[in-house]
Each structure stands twice: as structure tokens, then as C-alpha cells.
């Protein structure tokens, strides 16, 4: 939601293509994608999936460059599949924009030419986090963030549990969550929607001179 509300703002592209995993990660990005963009005059014109382990995305990247889109979103897990796939495209002789989601790494990425330019959405810097989460975050990438803010969300869920003397169970958990419904973490609001799904402020990202830039906070609109 985060990245079709700034690229729709922005209107730097009419067509994007979708690079996704197989699983219920690259189904809810697909979706996401195919909703939203159509509403602001973008056109999906590729959608290709891939499985898990996956050394060469060319067959998938290969496809895409025949649909000629003007973005590429990438719904890929973890530091070494964005990088190949980063790097792949750009073998390919594919110019399109790329973009990435929350779990789009920092460190490999940057340290390759091919990820100049490459957009992201992730946290928005300045989260207030104990030294050791912080020296982690800093190494490893945003995962370490996000795994902080959920055990966060997971404290305060059994604190409502413990107060209102409610068994803790699934069925007390699920409770809490649709009645709290916004939690306080280190990167501001986490809400929980009735159908399951998770908003949160959002920050869009860019990698200039191989170092990532935060272009703006992308706040999530209700709950």
C-alpha cells in the first residue's frame, strides 16, 4: 500500500511488471499490486513467479523484458535474492525501475553498481531501539526492526491479557489484537485490520552513490 501510494503520487510510470515468490508472501503482493496500481492509470502487464531455492531469475526477468515495463516490483525474500535478481535484470539489459518491499536488504545491495537507483520501502529511520537491537538492526537490515516491533506488539497483547484476567490462548490473542487494534512500537503505529492484515507508517527509499536515502514517511490511512 505504502508503494503504490507514493509511486501513484508521483506518477513516474505507466506500466509495472511483478517478480514474486511463490507462497502466501508473493500471493498478498500480487494482489496488493494488481488492486492498487490500476486505480491511478498503471498497468500490470507481467505477473511471474518464482519457487524457493532459486539461483537464476533470467527466464522470469526474460518474460518481463518482453512485456517492456517501465517498473519491476520485486516481492523477493531476503538479501541474496534481491541482490540476484538486481543484478540479473540489469544483465538482461532491463532499464526498468525497480522496486523492492520492507524485506529488500541494505549492506549486499548497495555494495553492487547494479543497485543504484533501486527504490525500497522499509522503516522510517529514527526508531528509538536498545543498543543491542540497534547494533543488530545496523548489521543485518530492517528484518531485525520489524522482529522487534512485533515482539513489542506481543508483550502489550499479553499485558491486556494479564489485566483483564483472559486466559492466554489463541482465541485471547485474536480478542486483544481486533479490540486494541493499534499498537506502539519503536516505528510508530501498528495496526492489525479485522481480515488479518497489518498497517504500518512506511518510509520509500532510494539507493543513491550506493547508500540508502529516505525519500518520504508514507502513513497508513486508518485502521
Known amino acids: 500500500n ?21 507462497g502466501a508472501f508473493g500471493d498478498t503482493a500480487v494482489y496488493t499490486i ?40 520485486l516481492a523477493t525474500l531476503g538479501t541474496a535474492e534481491n541482490t540476484n535478481v538486481v543484478v540479473q535484470a540489469r544483465q538482461l539489459g ?9 524485506a529488500s536488504p541494505e549492506g ?5 553498481d547494479a543497485g543504484e537507483g533501486f527504490y525500497y520501502t ?4 529514527g526508531a528509538k531501539l536498545p543498543a543491542g537491537i540497534a547494533a543488530a538492526n545496523a548489521k543485518i537490515g530492517p528484518l531485525v526492526l520489524y522482529g522487534y516491533n512485533f515482539a513489542t506488539v506481543v508483550t502489550q497483547v499479553i499485558e491486556a491479557a494479564q489485566a483483564a484476567n483472559l ?12 479490540k486494541k487494534r493499534v499498537f506502539e512500537t519503536a516505528s510508530g503505529q501498528f495496526c492489525f485490520q ?12 532510494q539507493v543513491k552513490n550506493k547508500k540508502p536515502v529516505q525519500l518520504e514517511v508514507v502513513p497508513f490511512k486508518g485502521c
Not at 505477473?47 to 523484458?65: E, G, M, N
Not at 549486499?108 to 553492487?112: A, K, M, R
Open 108 to 112: 549486499t545491495l548497495f555494495d553492487v
Open 94 to 102: 532491463i532499464n526498468s525501475i525497480l522496486i523492492g518491499y520492507l
Open 194 to 205: 479485522e481480515d488479518g492484515h497489518t498497517q504500518m507508517p512506511l518510509a520509500v527509499w
Open 34 to 73: 494488481k488492486d492498487r496500481f490500476p486505480k491511478c492509470g498503471v498497468e500490470v502487464v507481467s505477473v511471474q513467479r518464482y519457487p524457493v531455492p532459486t539461483a537464476s531469475f533470467k527466464p522470469q526477468l526474460a518474460a518481463i523484458k518482453q512485456a517492456n515495463p517501465d517498473a519491476i516490483y
Open 2 to 22: 505504502a508503494t503504490a501510494d507514493y509511486f501513484c503520487g508521483k506518477k513516474q510510470f505507466k506500466t509495472i511488471a511483478i517478480l514474486a515468490v511463490n
Open 167 to 178: 486466559p492466554l490462548n489463541r482465541e485471547t490473542v485474536r480478542t486483544v489484537l481486533l
Open 122 to 125: 522499509g522503516f522510517a529511520a
